[in-house]
């Protein structure tokens, strides 16, 4: 319960800060929001980096959390959603047709940085034997490419939600629009 009243907190003071600045509600919730609520991960993370001779324990922090975030964060709304909209109306809920449009490019974008970002890994273990190290060019060029991806995502979803990449048809799910 603290858990989620931190989170709301969290959230109602940065909602009121992005209000103040003119950021869109989205925007804040990929930069801001995912920051302040990732940092207790990022401790956890460092700690498990630094008590462990290899990097899988770090990784497999952040990759947990990110999967509980994703599945948990997503899943169970969507089932809550889900299933209230199917008892009062009788018909199913589909994520596209309301409001959230912008939600299927943001998620491909973020699909896509997350793969960008596990090639990296995989050729990192592949050429140094592990995520972690390798000469100090090198652990730069990585820091600095993954550090890139999330400016790009987080550049990509203000676009969006700002309306400056015009209407995305081709992610409407067209099939369920028409039902």
């Given at each position: 319960m603290l858990c989620g009243?931190?989170?709301?907190a969290i959230y109602s003071v940065l909602?009121?800060?992005?209000?103040?600045?003119?950021?869109h509600e989205c925007v804040t919730a990929v930069t801001l929001v995912a920051i302040c609520?990732?940092?207790?991960?990022?401790?956890?993370?460092?700690?498990?980096?630094?008590?462990?001779?290899?990097?899988?324990?770090?990784?497999?922090s952040i990759l947990g959390a990110n999967a509980s975030n994703v599945f948990v964060g997503l899943g169970l709304p969507?089932?809550?959603?889900?299933?209230?909209?199917?008892?009062?109306?009788g018909k199913p809920y589909y994520l596209g047709v309301t409001e959230?449009?912008?939600?299927?490019?943001?998620?491909?974008?973020?699909?896509?940085?997350?793969f960008v970002a596990l090639l990296v890994l995989a050729i990192?273990?592949?050429?140094?034997?592990?995520?972690?190290?390798?000469?100090?060019?090198?652990?730069?060029?990585?820091?600095?490419?993954?550090?890139?991806?999330?400016?790009v995502f987080v550049a990509l979803c203000a676009l969006e939600c700002h309306g400056h990449l015009g209407k995305q048809e081709y992610f409407e799910p067209k099939a369920l629009l028409a039902t």
């Open positions: 009243v931190l989170t709301f909602q009121t800060f992005a209000c103040l600045i003119g950021m609520t990732s940092i207790p991960d990022l401790v956890t993370s460092a700690r498990a980096a630094k008590q462990s001779k290899t990097a899988d324990p770090a990784l497999l969507w089932t809550i959603i889900t299933t209230y909209q199917m008892w009062n109306t959230t449009m912008e939600i299927t490019f943001i998620l491909v974008v973020f699909v896509i940085c997350s990192r273990r592949y050429i140094f034997l592990g995520e972690l190290g390798g000469s100090k060019p090198c652990k730069w060029f990585s820091s600095c490419l993954l550090f890139s991806l999330w400016v």
